[in-house]
């Protein structure tokens, strides 16, 4: 039987053979060649995480993006919805639409603040939250929109959801997993983590939800990238491997990275369905650490 996110595969899938997902983000303008064109030397990646104007920073839609991803590389998309940027009727127009594009899989996200972002006064919507968009892809899913109207097509969406393991509260986090579980969330892309143990034993709780979880890597390619997560609130950085970072020569700060992100997927391994690869500042970096990875699920 193929169940959660094997199902964009095809085919029924060892499921001793972690999946690899690399995040990629659109560009901020309409030369899709430019950031598609980096990833020609990319190997071993299963799925494309594709971000919805993160950190609400416009980017050319995920929606379209991920489509055009998929058709240039044959790499399934699973990409990124945020409830901050739409109302129900734009939500079920998009999802249609990406659809019909190709894309069979989304991301439900909530979505960051504007005031985050490089419009701050913008307005944020937030009609319904990433549970009520859930609820809205199983709308779609069963061949009706949410005025009860019998769709012409009807969509057949893998729903992901997006978990933290950094969170200060395991059981609460695992509580909220449960909750997107319970509205039709089949896997999770995690934020990053940095700490092995902390991330061992969310993901060995996280296990009895039922959902294909992803531990989140990034790499980081200076040490001002690494106090720069270290200060995002929901990541965790380990002041240990900050001293570690502080302690080595700039132009060995990406391979350190490189190392401890490796050490923590092979820590996590037994835990989890996969590898979620986010690129950060850094998209030749996740790049590298990608193929890296891929080499060793390959042994």
Not at 29 to 44: F, M
Not at 171 to 177: K, P, S, V, W, Y
Not at 203 to 227: I, M, Q, R, W
Not at 261 to 284: D, M, N, Q, T, W
Request: hydrophobic share 45%.
């Amino acid at each position: 039987m193929i169940t959660g996110i094997d199902k964009l595969l095809g085919t029924s899938t060892d499921r001793s053979r972690p999946l690899l997902c690399l995040e990629i983000n659109p560009p901020r303008g309409t030369d899709v060649n430019v950031v598609l064109d980096r990833y020609a030397g990319l190997r071993g990646v299963d799925f494309a995480n594709v971000t919805d104007s993160a950190l609400a920073k416009m980017k050319l839609s995920g929606l379209v993006f991920g489509a055009l991803f998929k058709q240039r590389y044959g790499i399934e998309p699973v990409v990124n919805v945020a409830c901050r940027d739409r109302n129900v009727i734009a939500l079920q127009a998009d999802l249609l639409g990406a659809w019909a594009l190709g894309v069979r899989s989304i991301v439900a996200l909530t979505g960051d603040a504007v005031t985050v972002g490089d419009l701050p006064d913008a307005k944020g919507v937030f009609e319904v939250n990433s549970i009520g968009l859930l609820n809205i892809i199983s709308t779609l899913n069963g061949g009706k929109d949410l005025a009860g109207g019998e769709l012409r097509g009807k969509t057949d969406f893998v729903p992901g959801i997006v978990v933290n393991p950094n969170a200060r509260n395991r059981d609460a986090e695992i509580r909220r997993l449960s909750r997107k579980r319970e509205a039709g969330g089949v896997y999770s892309l995690s934020q990053p983590v940095f700490d092995a143990e902390q991330a061992v034993a969310f993901f060995e709780s996280a296990a009895s939800v039922g959902v294909d979880n992803f531990v989140g890597l990034l790499p980081c390619k200076t040490a001002k990238a690494f106090e720069a997560i270290a200060k995002i609130p929901g990541i965790k950085v380990p002041e240990t491997l900050l001293e570690k970072v502080r302690s080595v020569s700039e132009a060995d700060v990406a391979k350190l990275s490189m190392d401890v992100a490796c050490e923590i997927a092979e820590r996590v391994k037994p835990y989890v369905r996969g590898f979620h690869v986010i690129s950060g500042g850094s998209p030749l970096l996740a790049v590298d650490l990608c193929n890296r990875l891929a080499d060793w699920i390959r042994k």
